[in-house]
C-alpha cells in the first residue's frame, strides 16, 4: 500500500476528501517523528509502539577490500507492534 492508497482509504472510511486525509495523515507522521526525534516514545494502544533505540559503534569490514573499518555509534527507529495488529495479520 502507498501513500496514495493510504490516503483513498482514509478518506472513503472517513467520508472527507482526499486533500482533508493527506492533511489528517502528515499530521500524524509529523508528531510520530516530532516525538521520537526528541526522544519520546509513540505508544497507540492495540497497534503499537514506536520508540528510539541506540546502536553501539562496533566493528566492521569494507566487502570490497576486507578492512576493518569503524561504525559509528547512531540511533534508529524501532516499532513494536500491539497486540491486536499481530493478532489480526496472523
Do not use: Y
Not at 507522521?29 to 541506540?54: C, H, P, Q, R, Y
Not at 569490514?61 to 527507529?77: D, M, W
Amino acid at each position: 500500500m502507498t501513500k496514495a492508497d493510504l490516503i483513498s482509504r482514509i478518506a472513503k472510511d472517513c467520508n472527507i476528501t482526499k486533500a482533508q486525509a493527506e492533511k489528517a495523515l502528515d499530521g500524524f507522521v509529523n508528531g510520530i517523528t516530532d516525538a521520537l526525534s526528541t526522544g519520546d516514545k509513540v505508544t497507540l494502544v492495540g497497534f503499537g509502539t514506536f520508540s528510539v533505540g541506540e546502536r553501539s559503534e562496533r566493528e566492521g569490514r569494507n566487502p570490497r577490500t576486507g578492512e576493518k573499518i569503524t561504525i559509528p555509534a547512531s540511533k534508529t527507529v524501532k516499532f513494536k507492534p500491539g497486540k491486536t495488529l499481530s493478532e489480526s495479520v496472523k
